[in-house]
């Protein structure tokens, strides 16, 4: 099941500058779309969502944007904090379902001091 | 904040016997799930339950699963006879509405089965 990909697996980025994780879906029946962030042996903790009616949203320091004719979204944090290194997992639900969550591989995001 | 709790943290269990997870979801939540991540592998879902009834369920999902909220705050997984292959973090999650609303997870049961 590849509906929701993650191409990235890990992504090093300088403490103070722009972290980018990238994410790709097939499902055109998808209408939600959510990031989560999950440190070991936790689970994955909420970030940031965006409803595919919107191209943009925005919390703090993370910015979600989506690309629907690509069938692309993003996630953008900034300034990147030491804090934020953790696993960030993309996920996607579909309308008219029972809000189950697809989710991609994750992305490992390590913040350098 | 109000969070998901699970129970146990780990749970060690021989092959065929049966394993109870728990989970105690957010108070003012309606919807509940559970999923769970091989290691190695992504976070899959395994089954959704609204006003006591499974709402929809994964293939992984057989008639060895089951789930139930005996008392209006717990939300149970049960295998009945595990195989080697049910070795996973189990994840419960909850959400107050079943779309355009985020789910928020426990911390997670790591099964492990000898």
């Known amino acids: 099941d590849q509906q929701v990909k993650q191409n990235s697996p890990s992504l090093s980025v300088q403490e103070g500058r722009i972290s980018i994780l990238n994410c790709d879906y097939t499902n055109s029946m998808f209408d939600y779309f959510l990031w989560y962030k999950k440190y070991p042996a936790e689970g994955p903790t909420f970030l940031i969502s965006?409803?595919?009616?919107?191209d943009k949203n925005e919390d703090g320091r993370f910015t979600v944007f989506l690309n629907k004719s690509a069938k692309h979204l993003s996630l953008h944090i900034v300034p990147s904090q030491p804090g934020d290194s953790a696993v960030y997992f993309c996920?996607?639900?579909?309308?008219?379902?029972?809000?189950?969550?697809?989710f991609g591989q994750g992305t490992t995001l390590q913040v350098k001091p | 904040e109000p969070e998901v709790t699970q129970t146990p943290s780990h749970q060690v269990t021989q092959m065929g016997q049966e394993v109870i997870l728990r989970c105690v979801p957010i108070?003012?939540?309606?919807?509940f799930y559970w999923y769970r991540q091989i290691l190695g592998q992504k976070v899959e879902f395994l089954v959704s339950?609204?006003?006591?009834?499974?709402?929809?369920k994964s293939e992984i999902f057989d008639d060895q699963f089951s789930v139930e909220r005996p008392d209006g705050s717990n939300f149970t997984l049960k295998i009945r006879s595990t195989k080697l292959e049910d070795s996973a973090m189990y994840f419960c999650?909850?959400?107050?509405?079943?779309?355009?609303?985020?789910?928020?997870f426990g911390d997670g049961t790591r099964l492990s089965i000898l």
């Open positions: 339950f609204y006003n006591n009834e499974i709402s929809e």
């Open positions: 999650a909850s959400g107050k509405e079943y779309s355009n609303q985020p789910q928020h």
């Open positions: 996920a996607a639900s579909a309308a008219g379902n029972t809000g189950k969550l697809i």
């Open positions: 108070s003012n939540h309606l919807y």
């Open positions: 965006i409803s595919s009616i919107k």
